[in-house]
C-alpha cells in the first residue's frame, strides 16, 4: 500500500534537502539552493556582476569558502565547517596560520546563555574572519598552539536571485519574497523558501486573477537589487508578502506593510480574523525582512510579512537550535493553507457598478430568489445579494461588503456572481 505524503511532510523534506548547503549572500551555496528550489518550479535565474550599482548599495564581491576548521595543539578538529555550515564567519577571509589560543579566542563567537547552542554570524561589508562555536566547546580548549584554516574566496563574481511566475488574467502582480541567504538555519528562512515554492505549485494548478510573482533573493542586497533592476516596472506589483520563519510552532503573525491599509492588510486581517486562528497583527516598523526594502518610502509597496513567531522572537533564532526539530510538516502546512486562503480572497475581491441604482431591481423575475429555495442560507444568501447591490458603486470592493455586512467572503462571492450573470451588476 502506497504512502500518503501530506504537503507539509514534502516540504519539511524540501528544508531538509536545503539544509545542510553553506549559504550566504553571494556564492554557490545560493545557486545550490535554488537549484533544489528548481526541481519543483521553472526558475529564472538572475546574476548580476560586482560592482553594478543597486540604488544606494553597490553588488559586493562573491564569497565561496571551501573548508575551514580549528585544529586543537594535538592535530584533533575542534571545529569543522563540515559538520555545519554555522561554524564559519559568513564571509570570512582566508586564512591559514598557527596562534595561541589567547590570539584565537577574539575570533570565535559562542552564546554563553545557550551552551550548547551555535550561533549565526557575519561580517558581510567589514572584512574579518572567525568561527562560531558552542560555549561548551571552547570552555573545553586546553591552552596551546592551535592550526586556523579558512580556505575561502572574495573576488569579483555575482550576486544571483530567480523569479518564477504564475500567470494571471491581469498584468497586476502580487510579489511573494523569500529570502536565501542565510546557512543551516530551518525556520529562517528554509521553510519560508518551502512554503513559497508550494505556493507557487498551488496557485499553478488554476488560473489566478492576479500575476504572481515569487522571488528568491538574499536578503536586504538581494531586494535592493530586484527593486533597482525593476524600477520601471515596479508599478505592476500592487499586493505582496514576504514570507519567513514561516515552520515553528508559534501561532501566526502578520506585520503591515508600511501603509498600513494596504489591500493585503486587509485581506490577512480578515483571513486570519475569521479563520478562528490564534494569530497576532503587528504594525510595521522599518526592522526586520524584506518588507522594510518593498515598502521604502520611494516605492510604498503594498507589502506586508507573514510568519509564525516574528524575527528575533524565540530563543532558537539565529543559533544551531534552529534545526530540522524546530520546523514541523504542521506548521509549514498551516502557513501555506493560510496563504491560499488570503489570496483566494485577493484574487476575487472585485469592484462591481450596480447597473440598476435607482431603487432595489426586482430580484424575484429574475430567478434569483428562486434560485434560493430550499437552502438553510437562503436569507444569508439574499441579504448578501441586498449589500452588494447597495455597495456596487465601483469604489467598493466585496471585502468591504463582507467586512460591513457580516457575511461570509464566500457568500458574498456568490452572490454578485448570481446577479452579474443576472445583468444586474458589473465588474
Known sequence: MAVVTTPGEEMHALVE?????????????????????????P?????????TQVLDWTVPQEWNVREAWIADPSG??????????LHVLGYSVPVSARMPLSELRPHLHTLPGHPKWVPYRTSYYKP??????????????????????????LA????????????????????????????????????????????????????????????????????????ARNAGRVERVQHGLVLAC???????????????????????RYVLETSGRPHEIREFTPYGYDERQFCSPGFNLGVGSLSRTPYAGYPEYHTSADDLDFVTPEAMED????????????????????????????????????ALGGRSDAQEAQMAMLWVLSLSDGEHG????????????????????????AGLVKA
Not at 485577493?346 to 430580484?363: A, H, M, T
Request: glycine share 10%; hydrophobic share 40%.
Open 246 to 268: 514561516a515552520g515553528d510552532r508559534g501561532s501566526l503573525t502578520y506585520k503591515r506593510s508600511r501603509r498600513g491599509d494596504a489591500e493585503i492588510d486587509r485581506v490577512m
Open 156 to 227: 569579483d563574481g555575482h550576486l544571483t536571485y530567480a523569479e518564477h511566475v504564475v500567470p494571471g488574467q491581469v498584468p497586476d502582480e502580487v510579489l511573494v519574497s523569500s529570502h536565501v541567504c542565510h546557512p543551516s538555519l530551518a525556520n529562517d528562512n528554509l521553510a519560508g523558501i518551502a512554503v513559497a515554492t508550494f505556493l507557487a505549485r498551488s496557485l499553478a494548478e488554476g488560473t489566478p486573477y492576479h500575476t504572481y510573482r515569487f522571488l528568491f533573493a538574499p536578503g536586504t542586497i538581494g531586494a535592493i537589487t530586484w527593486l
Open 335 to 370: 502557513t501555506l493553507a493560510v496563504c491560499r486562503e488570503a489570496f483566494a480572497v485577493l484574487d476575487r475581491n472585485r469592484r462591481y457598478v450596480n447597473l440598476s441604482p435607482y431603487g432595489e431591481p426586482q430580484l424575484g423575475r429574475r430567478g434569483l430568489y428562486g
Open 128 to 153: 574579518d574572519w572567525g568561527f562560531c562555536l558552542a560555549q561548551e566547546t571552547l570552555d573545553a580548549l586546553p591552552d596551546g598552539e592551535y592550526e586556523v584554516r579558512i580556505d575561502s574566496t
Open 17 to 41: 534537502r536545503m539544509y545542510p548547503l553553506c549559504r550566504s549572500i553571494t556564492g554557490d551555496g545560493v545557486r545550490a539552493t535554488l537549484d533544489v528550489v528548481g526541481e519543483h518550479l
Open 398 to 421: 466585496l471585502l468591504d461588503v463582507a467586512e460591513r455586512a457580516g457575511l461570509p467572503f464566500d457568500t458574498v462571492v456568490a452572490a454578485a456572481d448570481a446577479l452579474h450573470g
Open 43 to 51: 526558475l529564472e535565474v538572475h546574476e548580476v556582476p560586482t560592482g
Open 76 to 85: 584533533r578538529r575542534v571545529v569543522d565547517l563540515a559538520d555545519s555550515s
